[in-house]
């Protein structure tokens, strides 16, 4: 069993910030990419940052220079820091893991439960 568990989310105004984790935790031998995808009202979910086990990271151009997603692999946490939130970027956010549960078996996807973040203007 794997779990994955947000925090942080809440209501800021535009121009604020606020930064959002996520920790797996359960039977995992390793986690290869890490994320986080959001999902407005009426949308459907989008990427919104990622980072490899090799170190790289990707954002969504609409979220470029504005968000920073970072790893602690000792803690199999990653984060993602939020800064000059607007209303677009409201939704609910979710993390993503590709995680190995034994040796030998093939990665598979796992998901939080979602964090609202709401940006008022």
């Known amino acids: 069993q794997v779990q994955m568990v947000e925090s942080g989310g809440g209501s800021v105004q535009a121009g604020g910030s606020l930064r959002l984790s996520c920790v797996a935790s359960?039977?995992?031998?390793?986690?290869?990419?890490m994320g986080w995808y959001r999902q407005a009202p009426g949308k459907q979910r989008e990427l919104v940052a990622t980072?490899?086990?090799?170190?790289?990271?990707n954002y969504a151009d609409a979220v470029k220079g504005r968000f920073t997603i970072s790893r602690d692999n000792a803690k199999n946490t990653v984060y993602l820091q939020m800064n000059s939130l607007k209303p677009e970027d409201t939704a609910v956010y979710y993390c993503?893991?590709?995680?190995?549960?034994?040796?030998?078996?093939?990665?598979?996807?796992?998901w939080g439960q979602g964090t609202q973040v709401t940006v008022s203007s």
């Open positions: 993503n893991a590709q995680i190995i549960w034994r040796w030998g078996l093939p990665q598979y996807d796992y």
């Open positions: 359960g039977s995992i031998y390793s986690i290869n990419d």
């Open positions: 980072f490899t086990s090799g170190g790289s990271t």
